[in-house]
């Protein structure tokens, strides 16, 4: 059964910074994309941050470009998200995703339940 766990949210000041953990089981995802979305209240889901194992290749949306920076941990079977420079625009709800075809940005076949993510002003 595959799970991908979401930890590391919480509550913190504009400019400070918060590491999101996703630890993934179930299944070998050396081949798989990795990604970080996330949801305000009231607005769509956002691409993020993505990873592709295959192409060592990343992705940022410009909203987070130059403050975020996604790794992973094969030997943890853990994907991050470190975000520095916060802003009262970050928060929303943090949501790990895993695709399968590993050369492109989805589609997404399995979800985490999510983490808050608050940044206060």
């Known amino acids: 059964q595959v799970q991908l766990v979401e930890s590391g949210g919480g509550l913190v000041q504009a400019g400070g910074s918060l590491r999101l953990s996703c630890a993934y089981s179930?299944?070998?995802?050396?081949?798989?994309?990795m990604g970080w979305f996330r949801q305000a209240t009231g607005k769509e889901r956002e691409f993020v941050s993505g990873?592709?194992?295959?192409?060592?290749?990343?992705y940022y949306a410009d909203s987070v470009k130059g403050r975020f920076t996604i790794s992973r941990d094969s030997t943890r079977n853990t994907v991050y998200l470190q975000m520095n420079s916060l802003k009262p625009e970050d928060t929303a709800v943090y949501y790990c995703?895993?695709?399968?075809?590993?050369?492109?940005?989805?589609?997404?076949?399995?979800w985490g339940q999510g983490t808050q993510v608050t940044v206060s002003s």
């Open positions: 995703a895993a695709g399968r075809k590993g050369t492109t940005w989805g589609p997404w076949d399995y």
């Open positions: 179930g299944r070998t995802f050396s081949n798989y994309a």
């Open positions: 990873l592709s194992w295959i192409f060592g290749r990343t």
